[in-house]
């Protein structure tokens, strides 16, 4: 199974433009563009990985009784966990040049997020709850002073 790729515009930053009747409007600006990859065919047949992600509102309340927090951003944690040799093909994707697969798991598998909370928790397992909290690829450091 191959996936298709499709250019999408990547929105950035607000302006504000006038109407044709003068009232102004909120528009987001595209400023580049992003390659996605069409993974929905592979999804579809994918054997879904039920692992429970933390709900948004506990980890908001978990920050409300702290002092201090840090925020970070784990942009690039996804593409640190290596795909099975024999899964790697399932990646397939195709463009005008050629086809590729991904060594290191891709956005878009509707497991990854499941797959990324579930090894940063057994990274981090003895400081969760203590002085930091997980939510998907963000992790945020709780302090009490």
């Given at each position: 199974?191959?996936?298709?790729?499709?250019?999408?515009?990547?929105?950035?930053?607000i302006?504000v433009?006038?109407?044709e009747?003068?009232?102004?409007?909120q528009?987001?600006l595209?400023?580049?563009?992003r390659?996605?990859i069409d993974?929905?065919k592979?999804?579809s047949?994918t054997?879904k990985d039920?692992?429970?992600?933390?709900?948004?509102n506990?980890?908001?309340?978990?920050?409300?009784?702290?002092?201090?927090?840090?925020?970070?951003?784990?942009?690039?944690g996804?593409?640190?966990?290596?795909?099975?040799p024999l899964?790697?093909?399932?990646?397939?994707?195709?463009?005008?040049?050629?086809?590729?697969?991904?060594?290191c798991?891709?956005?878009?598998?509707?497991?990854?997020p499941?797959?990324?909370?579930?090894?940063?928790?057994?990274?981090?397992?003895?400081?969760?709850?203590?002085?930091?909290?997980?939510?998907?690829?963000?992790?945020?450091f709780?302090?009490?002073?």
């Amino acid at each position: 199974m191959v996936s298709t790729t499709q250019v999408v515009p990547k929105k950035s930053g607000i302006t504000v433009i006038k109407s044709e009747n003068g009232d102004e409007i909120q528009t987001r600006l595209t400023t580049s563009w992003r390659v996605c990859i069409d993974y929905r065919k592979l999804n579809s047949v994918t054997r879904k990985d039920h692992f429970l992600l933390p709900f948004t509102n506990q980890v908001l309340e978990k920050l409300a009784r702290k002092n201090f927090f840090c925020f970070l951003d784990g942009y690039f944690g996804y593409n640190q966990i290596y795909i099975n040799p024999l899964d790697q093909e399932k990646t397939t994707f195709s463009c005008p040049f050629d086809t590729f697969a991904f060594k290191c798991m891709p956005f878009g598998l509707c497991n990854a997020p499941a797959t990324f909370q579930r090894c940063m928790l057994s990274i981090f397992y003895d400081m969760i709850g203590k002085c930091m909290e997980i939510f998907m690829d963000d992790f945020l450091f709780l302090v009490n002073r």
